[in-house]
C-alpha cells in the first residue's frame, strides 16, 4: 500500500525567506504526485503535479525518485501563502482516489 | 469552470437515522467522483471511488453497506450514512474528476460536509 508522509505539522517562516515543505512517499510502481493547497475557510485545491513540471505561485516541486521524496520550495514566502499543504499521491495519474500526506500548516510571519 | 458543489455543508442527526450527503458538479461532466472523510486534525483517507452507472469501489475498512454511494448521473453522486453513530460523524469530502482526453484526470474538490451525530 502506497503511505505519504510530511514530517512538519506546523512551519513557520518570515516573509521573504525560502520556504521548503517537505513530502516522502513510498509506492512500488512509478506514482504521480499532487501538492494540494487550502486556504483558510476555502476548500482544496491543487497547486502542482510532478508531471507538469511548472511553476505555480513561484512554488516548484522536484520529484525525486531515488530519495522518494517530492518536497515543495519557494524562494520567498509572501504572507498570502500561510495555508494547509497536503502532498498526495495516485498510482493512477489522477484516475484513482488519492493518497494523502497529514498536511503542514505554512504560517508565514510578518 | 470546474466546480464541484456539496449538500448539506452540515449536518446533525440522531444516532440510528441515515443521512444522505449529494455532490454535483456543476458545469462539468465527471466520469468519476471520490469520497474522502477527514477527522479532526488529520489527513483526508479515500473511502471510495464511484463511477457513474456502476458500483462503487470501496477502500478495505470501509463497509459497504453502512456507506451507500450511488453515482446516478455525470454530474450527481450520493453518499447515504445509513444507521449512523457518533463514531461517524466527520466531514465528508467529495471530488469530481472530468471526462477528458488527456492521459490524466484533475481532481476537483467540493467543499466538504460537516456531520455531527448525536
Known amino acids: 500500500a502506497q503511505r505519504v508522509t510530511q514530517p512538519e505539522k506546523l512551519l513557520s517562516v518570515f516573509k521573504g525567506a525560502p520556504v521548503e515543505l517537505k513530502c516522502n512517499y513510498s509506492y512500488s510502481g512509478s506514482p504521480e504526485l499532487f501538492w494540494y493547497v487550502q486556504y483558510s475557510r476555502q476548500r482544496l485545491q491543487l497547486l502542482l503535479r510532478?508531471?507538469s513540471r511548472e511553476s505555480i505561485k513561484g512554488f516548484t516541486a522536484d520529484l525525486n525518485k531515488g530519495e522518494t521524496s517530492f518536497h515543495l520550495k519557494k524562494p520567498f514566502a509572501q504572507e498570502e501563502d500561510s495555508a494547509m499543504y497536503y502532498c498526495a499521491l495516485s498510482p493512477g495519474g489522477g484516475a484513482d482516489g488519492l493518497t494523502f500526506g497529514k498536511g503542514t500548516h505554512l504560517i508565514i510571519q510578518p | 469552470g470546474a466546480v464541484v458543489s456539496q449538500h448539506p455543508s452540515w449536518v446533525i442527526c440522531k444516532s440510528g437515522t441515515s443521512v444522505k450527503i449529494e455532490c454535483r458538479s456543476l458545469d462539468f461532466q465527471a466520469t468519476t467522483m471520490f469520497w474522502y472523510r477527514q477527522f479532526p486534525k488529520q489527513s483526508l483517507m479515500l473511502m471510495a471511488t464511484s463511477n457513474e452507472g456502476s458500483k462503487a469501489t470501496y477502500e478495505q475498512g470501509v463497509e459497504k453497506d453502512k456507506f451507500l454511494i450511488n453515482h446516478a448521473s455525470l454530474t450527481l453522486s450520493t453518499l447515504t450514512v445509513t444507521s449512523a453513530h457518533p463514531e461517524d460523524s466527520s466531514f465528508y469530502i467529495c471530488s469530481a474528476s472530468p471526462k477528458t482526453s488527456r492521459g490524466y484526470n484533475e481532481q476537483f474538490f467540493g467543499p466538504g460536509t460537516r456531520l455531527t451525530v448525536l
Open positions: 510532478h508531471i
